[in-house]
């Protein structure tokens, strides 16, 4: 590919956002939330992705003939592995014992953001010289900085297929969504389980509510700083307790508030006249993304209430497919959210670990895959003679 010229970018701010989401949009009517130059400008803008924090950006672009971004690629160089949620850090320790540097890293990803999505974004999928100029372009980053490797997380399964052909090892994980069929109502949801479980989930959200507790939905004209400033301390506490400190900070959200109001949902929990709980959603094309949780009171069901429930509702009533409701949480199951496998493609360059990694992931994926077989059959959902006499 003589002619294709990449280009790094040291920050989102070096390229128009017209031109970044034309290719995140890849030909759809906008970005997905967390592709858009809203989102990631939001990151960088307030230091939350930034050299002092592990996570320098390095953006791959490629140039159109007509001088625009023909293909963009969100990557970063990282000294650390937090905040990606597919766990790499048993790699780092192996090469280490080996004599190795496992840091820095390219992550080619949206930090702090265990969501499904495209990570080669081409303005035209059907560009045949996006993908491979971009992949080419992601190795050249590797060696230029002297990284160990390049790690795509959270790619679509198309993406993962295709950088398997050049190179990439493949891994697998999973997540719980919530798949809507077509709902009019949640009540229409729950004539599709298992009576028992219906019954419970009707119990826990009549209890979730017990206490003199409403819920509000904010989002677009009605997002506030007060409501955010309310919300940032639940997080803070959630966050502190998972990770020691918070990812984030307040001006992310005041950022990402300004820039893509209508993208955001919160779901507000109140009582006698005082936000108590809350949980951050982004809203795409078809798809609901929970992502972040906290409180300040402690009520029995009032997390399920707040981070799953509220979003199937919010699903049901927009007319959204899928609820992802974020990494991990074996608990979602029984409130109809399933196994989904998510992908990722790793390229290492030290040979010994590259071996060695790879027949870890060919376990790994056979396990994932029965893991999930296994979930989906403890699922809620009625089946068989269950359902016949139900």
Known sequence: MPDARIRILPALSEIKPAEWNACAAGG??????????????????????????????????????????????????????????????????????????????????????????????????????????????????????GASSAHVTFTTEAEWEGLAQLGFLKRTDRQFHWTNQGYATYDDFLTELASRKRKALKKERREALADGITIEWLTGGTLTQDAFDAFFTFYLDTGSRKWGAPYLNRRFFTLAAERMPEQILLVMARREGRYIAGALNFVGADTLYGRYWGAIEQHPFLHFEVCYHQAIDYAIAHKLRVVEAGAQGEHKLARGYLPATTYSAHYIVHPGLERAVAQYLDRERAYVEEDACVLTELGPFRRGREEEQD
């Open 28 to 145: 759809a009517e906008r970005p997905e939330p967390f592709l858009s130059h809203a989102f990631l400008s939001a990151l960088e803008d307030s230091g939350c992705a930034a050299a002092r924090t592990g996570w320098l950006p390095q953006h791959l672009v490629l140039d159109g003939p007509d001088g625009a971004a023909a293909a963009v690629m969100p990557a970063y160089l990282k000294s650390h592995s937090r905040g990606e949620y597919v766990f790499d850090q048993g790699w780092a320790d192996a090469l280490s014992h080996a004599g190795g540097e496992y840091y820095p890293k390219v992550q080619v990803a949206v930090p702090f953001t265990p969501v499904t999505g495209r990570r080669l974004l081409l303005r035209d999928p059907a560009d045949p010289i996006g993908r491979p100029a971009l992949t080419a372009g992601l190795k050249e980053l590797v060696r230029l900085r």
